[in-house]
Structure formats: C-alpha cells, structure tokens
C-alpha cells in the first residue's frame, strides 16, 4: 500500500517499525529444537500486516506513542498466525501464501504445539502494559480471541450441514474474520487513551469493514480478475465452499437450477472449468453480483457511520478511511 | 484423600469447593456446537485436581479469602486439562483415566480447537484478580504455561533421540509436569498475599515435588503393585518409554547388557511378559530401584528445604507437608 497517511506517521512508517519489532521480540531459544523454528517461518511468510497496522494507527491517532504499541499489535498478528497455523492443520491445507504450511513442511504435532506456544507468546507480549490499559486490553483480547475460536468452529459445523442460513454464514465471518480487525483497533485506541465509548465504535468500525472485505473477497473469488485477486478465480466453487453468493442464489434458485447446483457440488469428479462456467452463470441468472456488492456496501456504510459517532476529528479519521478503503476497493 | 488439614480448612472443603466451581465457571454456550462440550467432558473426567487444590491451599495458609483463589485454581486445571487434550492427540492415546480421549471420542480437529480455547478460558478466568496480583499471576501463568510446552516438546524430540542424557531427562519431566505444581502454589500464594521471596520459594518447593513425584511414577511403574498403581505395570518398558530407570541403566550396564536393552526395544513383535521380564532384571542387576529412589529422595529433601526458607510457621507448613507426602510416599 502506497498511501500517503496525511495525518500523522505514515503507513510505511509504521510498518517498517513493526516488522524491526517482529525481529526483536521473536528472538525465542532455539532449544527445544523444533518448537520455535515453525513460528519465525510463519511469522516471517508475511503477509498484509493489516491487524498490527490497524493497532498501531489507532494508537497514533489518539496521539498516543505508537512504540507502546508495538508489542499489543505484535502480539495480534502472533495471535492471528496461531489461528492459521492451527486453521491449516484443521482444513489441512497444503499451501499458505503460497509455500508449504507449518503441518505440511514440518508435521502435525509441531504445528499443534508450536501454535499453542504462539498462543501463550501473545498473550506475554501484554506482559509490558501499564495497569489500566492492561486489564482492558487483556478484557478485549480474550473475548475476540474466543469468538475466533467460534467462528472456526462454526466454519467446520457449515461444511457437513446441508442448509446453512445467510444470517449464520454472516456471523461466522464476522466471528471468524471480523471480530479481530475490530479488536485490532480496540486495543490500539486502548494504548492510544481513547475513551471507551470510541473504543467501542472502532470496534464496530472495524468489524463491519471485516465483513465488508470478506464478502469482498467471496465475491473476487468468482468474479475477480485472476492477476489483481492474487488466486486462481472459481477456487470456493470448485471447493464447494459455502460463501454467500452460493447461500443467497440457492435461497432465490428455482428448484430446478437448485437441483443443478446441488449436483455439480455433489460429484466427485468434473471437468472445473465447466464447473466453475455453470455455477457462474446461475450466479448471473440471479443477479447475485450486485446482491453480494448490496450487502458489501451496506457493511461498509455501516462502519462510516460507525467511524464518524467517534469523538475523532476528519484529520484523525482521514488514515483510518484511507486504510478501509484500500481494503474494500480492491481491483476486481 | 482423607486427610486431616490440622491448619486451617480441610482438604475436603477446598476440594468440594473447587468442584462447585467448575460447575459454576464451565457453564459455556452450546453453539457452535461441538466447541464446549469436549472441555466440560474432559473437566468431569476428574482426576486427583491436585494443581487446583494447591493453589486454594496457598491462598489458604497465608489467611487469604482461598474463594477469591477458586477461578484461579480453576485457571491452572483448565490450562492443565488442555494440555492433556493436546498432548492426547500428539501422543495418539485413545484413552485417558479409562474413558476415550477427547480426539477419539470426537475427532482431531475438535481436539484442537476445544483445546485452543482451553487455554484462552484458562486466562479469562483471571481477568477478575484485582491489578497488582493479576500482574503477578498474569507473569507467572505465562512462564509456566511456556515451559510446559517447552517440556511437551522435549520429551517428542527424546523419542526419536537414541541418546539422551539424564540431565536432560530430569529438565524434561521438570518442565513438562513439575513447573505447574509450583506455578499452582505461587499463584495460590500471590492470591494469599504472600511476600515475593515465599512465592519463590514455594514455586522451588512444588517444582522439586513434581519432579521426585515423576520420579516416583517412573519407578512404580516398573516396581509397583498393579492395584495400587492404577496402570498396567511394565508399561513404559512396553512402550520403550526413555525414563529414568531405562537411561541410568544404560549409563551403568556393560556393553552387553546394554546390546541385550537395545535389541529388546528395537524388536517389532515380542512376548511383552518376557521383554518386561528380561528388562526388570537388569533394572535389578543394577540396583536401580536403589538408585532411583536415591534420586527421588534427594529431590524430596531439596522440596521440604525450600519449604522451611519460607516465612511459614510449622503449623501452615503442615498442609503442604501433608499434601507432599501423600503425593510422594504412594503404596508402591
């Protein structure tokens, strides 16, 4: 991302200051051989860095020093890659960003193990906090952190149910997705000083702009262009996978071309192309593009609306509106 | 166990007072389903609660409020059964205390994701200690909960090890089982309101009890009386299990004693009498029984050592003497 943060440090400053910070506070033993090994190689895939950025942007713009947070916000991204490492095993995923997952180059039990260590290693990173900000950040970080274990759960339970409801899909990527770019902002306006009712409305800021990017994300899964989208387009198609646009034309399907779509998702051998062109096509039938971009703007209008009942000024705001729109106007 | 806590509150009290809470602290939500109903099975599996019973005893003799130690306690057995359901699936055991692990009773991925939020339950249940004890504790729990996993690790890497030195052993068993009991008296003690060098101390006491009691677990495995045991003896010898009694033995052994060790362990079919049998006497030859209960009893000394360099008088020292020797002095 090469924006301009117009208010105070930028975005590139901030994220050049947390990944010195991933190298300083990931210096873990080398013994036991095999414990801490999976998780630089993890931490050090990469990735969009988005959850430590929202942390450290929220404190920064509360004028609070944006180095105090620099270990909550390591200590979300540590969370956040304890979730894919075990989330990998679970849906045992070969690939990550493109290089073999912690369970495939290693083996299970290392990513069992070396994932629970993470859990606990971002949990210390709290250790340094000041008593108040502490006990509310510890409050804030367990309750996101359980309702990212719902959401996977409840991802699981959706892969053996044959009825899912759109209102449950939406909760489970809310739990599983959302919850945390909210708690992301949570605890970095906590370090930054912000009253608690701006703390809240972060929150809901930032888990409605999770939603909004997910169901995003479902829809460049299928209507993306392959190069911007970063993966091969049809992918949730050819997994079956229960995303919103499946849920939604199924619901407004005539039972004919439900019966269709029903079919295609229960062969176990197919032509993927033809695949992914079929179940396109009924997607277009039903107009479902625009429906999934409705309901994305909704979410999205929400958060604004959310942003704009903080106490924040337009100049505070302004990086916090750069950032969510570069998430949700991605190039599709 | 019916003993008599001539100090304060009887073991039985704090024990039913614990239960009452697990009841009462365990009480999570029924979706998504499949997430909460594997912790509440493996919390009822029971076991002796022994690390929860430490920290109320803690608390207890240093005239603290032992109710304001019960979601700690239950913090530390929550902590404590993750790892089991962790370690269960690790170590592929499909049972436990006779009843079907969680993994085999469910499947793998419930394993680990129940297990996951375990270990952020077991931390929510601190978040209502008051600011300068939560810090303690908070600080504590984490080097505890680290080493444990530290110790998980090394004792899957020893499997593997042809070699492993005794030192290294003893570092294993202190980590992975000892480190929690001690952790267990310094958090009931911080609860209490103990000085820092007494919380020390006690943790240095409940460390070297943990370790002569793994000591002891090691021996009566071989040499214990099966009713009185509670497992199969000769188990570890089956499962070519490296403890103590195998590598001090093979330290000592002549060369051809310690060919006929390795070729037993080495062989994929046997008679499992006569390799536990064979095995037992060259245990014998070199006295380890001896030498082994040397080793648990220099560890014992050491624990009741640390005991009297706290502040304690005899008369609050006597529970924790109590509890020791039960723990320690087993019918073998």
């Not at 996977?152 to 990527?173: G, R, S, W």
């Not at 309901?295 to 505070?316: G, I």
């Not at 950032?323 to 106007?329: C, E, Y």
Request: hydrophobic share 40%; charged share 30%; with cysteine.
């Amino acid at each position: 991302m090469e924006m301009i943060n117009t208010y105070t440090r930028s975005f590139d400053e901030l994220r050049e200051a947390f990944e010195l910070s991933i190298e300083k506070f990931t210096d873990f033993p080398e013994s036991p051989k095999g414990l801490n090994e999976p998780i630089k190689y993890i931490m050090e895939i990469g990735g969009k860095r988005i959850r430590p950025l929202l942390v450290l942007l929220a404190c920064d713009i509360y004028k609070g020093e944006f180095q105090e947070a620099l270990k909550p916000a390591l200590a979300i991204e540590m969370f956040h890659n304890f979730t894919l490492m075990h989330d990998d095993i679970m849906d045992e995923a070969p690939l990550r960003r493109g290089v073999p997952t912690v369970h495939n180059k290693y083996n299970v039990n290392t990513a069992i193990l070396s994932g629970d260590v993470m859990l606990i290693y971002a949990y210390r990173l709290l250790e340094g906090l000041s008593g108040d900000k502490f006990k509310k950040i510890f409050d804030v970080f367990n309750e996101a952190a359980i309702k990212v274990c719902e959401g996977q759960q409840f991802d699981m339970n959706f892969e053996d149910e044959t009825e899912v409801e759109i209102e449950a899909y939406l909760k489970m990527i809310e739990l599983k997705t959302a919850v945390l770019l909210g708690c992301s902002l949570q605890v970095g306006a906590i370090v930054g000083g912000a009253s608690n009712e701006d703390v809240n409305k972060l929150y809901e800021f930032g888990k409605n702009v999770g939603v909004a990017f997910q169901l995003q994300d479902d829809i460049l899964d299928t209507f993306g262009d392959e190069k911007s989208f970063g993966k091969q387009i049809g992918g949730d198609i050819l997994q079956n996978k229960k995303t919103y646009l499946l849920l939604k034309t199924r619901e407004l399907a005539s039972e004919e071309d439900r019966a269709v779509i029903d079919d295609w998702f229960s062969r176990e051998e197919f032509d993927p192309k033809e695949k992914i062109a079929t179940i396109t096509e009924i997607y277009n039938k039903y107009n479902i593009l625009d429906l999934g971009n409705d309901l994305k703007h909704q979410y999205t209008e929400q958060a604004f609306t959310d942003l704009n009942e903080t106490s924040l000024s337009d100049a505070q705001k302004e990086p916090l509106n750069q950032i969510a729109n570069k998430l949700l106007k991605r190039v599709s």
